[in-house]
């Protein structure tokens, strides 16, 4: 029987390109998203998958959603955390809103998706479990203390539910990737964007089907040794 995954945030960007390779490597899959509903809808007629809305900073959401995942495809086997979002600003001038919203979404949407599924994943003895963390968790970026708390975060998440499963056939890994084509580096200004590929060795933004390509590698079956790592996708822009 072929596994199932689900993967938040992914109707759009990475989290598109994720639900499509794992579709591709022939998984059951599910695609999580909070509010664009065209792009939700366009996802499910182009890959042929379950797509339901779910908001991951609201944990009775996700419980909800995993249950009727369950009971659509059967139990979780693949998680892969990778709903995210950005509000930036230095502190001095951050409001509350942003600061709590990336931490809910972006952090607490770990632990709201991965506790309903981690008891089931102990019992049935597997799971592969991905969690998308950023460079600016590992090094720092100006106007976004709340993104690298909250991405810096994730590997510490990460790290820690690595150890406390590693007897029980699962993996727990991050992958930090760089600058990405996708709508969310497209808010960043034209300028500040030359400004950073200028600062990537290979010259170039990343493409949602590398990090994608990095997820289906985590995930295989094979990969039972690969635990509490952090897959570094940058281009070379910050070798951690
Ligand atoms: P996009 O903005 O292109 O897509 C984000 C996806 O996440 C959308 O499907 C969106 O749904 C969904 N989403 C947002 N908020 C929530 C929420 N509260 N609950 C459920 N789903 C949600 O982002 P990217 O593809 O660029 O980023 C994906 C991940 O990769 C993020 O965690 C990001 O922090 C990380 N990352 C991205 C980098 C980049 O350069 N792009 C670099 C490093 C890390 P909807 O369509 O409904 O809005």
């Known amino acids: 029987m072929s596994r199932v995954a689900v993967v938040t945030g992914g109707t759009r960007g990475i989290g598109h390109a994720i639900s499509a390779r794992l579709k591709a490597d022939g998984m059951r899959v599910a695609a999580l998203y909070s509010g664009n509903d065209e792009a939700a809808m366009h996802t499910r007629e182009e890959l042929e998958i379950i797509v339901l809305k779910?908001?991951?900073?609201?944990?009775?959401?996700?419980?909800?959603?995993?249950?009727?995942?369950?009971?659509?495809?059967?139990?979780?086997?693949?998680?892969?955390?990778?709903?995210?979002?950005?509000?930036?600003?230095?502190?001095?001038?951050?409001?509350?809103?942003?600061?709590?919203?990336?931490?809910?979404?972006?952090?607490?949407?770990?632990?709201?998706?991965?506790?309903?599924?981690?008891?089931?994943?102990?019992?049935?003895?597997?799971?592969?479990?991905?969690?998308?963390?950023?460079?600016?968790?590992?090094?720092?970026?100006?106007?976004?203390?709340?993104?690298?708390?909250?991405?810096a975060g994730v590997i510490g998440f990460t790290k820690a539910l690595a150890l406390e499963n590693a007897r029980k056939g699962i993996t727990v890994n991050a992958i930090a990737p760089g600058y990405i084509d996708t709508d969310m580096v497209a808010h960043v200004p034209h300028d500040v964007l030359e400004q950073i590929k200028a600062g990537i060795p290979v010259g170039r933004l990343g493409r949602p089907e590398e990090v994608a390509a990095c997820v289906s590698f985590l995930a295989a079956e094979e990969q039972a040794f690969i635990t509490g790592s952090t897959l570094t996708v940058n281009g070379g822009q910050y070798l951690a």
């Open 54 to 151: 779910c908001d991951v900073a609201e944990s009775l959401e996700c419980r909800s959603v995993l249950a009727e995942i369950e009971s659509l495809l059967g139990p979780v086997d693949v998680l892969v955390n990778n709903a995210g979002i950005t509000r930036d600003a230095t502190l001095h001038k951050m409001n509350d809103n942003d600061w709590d919203r990336v931490i809910r979404v972006d952090l607490n949407g770990l632990y709201n998706m991965t506790r309903p599924v981690i008891e089931g994943m102990r019992a049935r003895g597997f799971g592969r479990i991905i969690n998308i963390s950023s460079i600016n968790g590992q090094k720092g970026q100006f106007g976004q203390t709340n993104y690298s708390a909250a991405k």
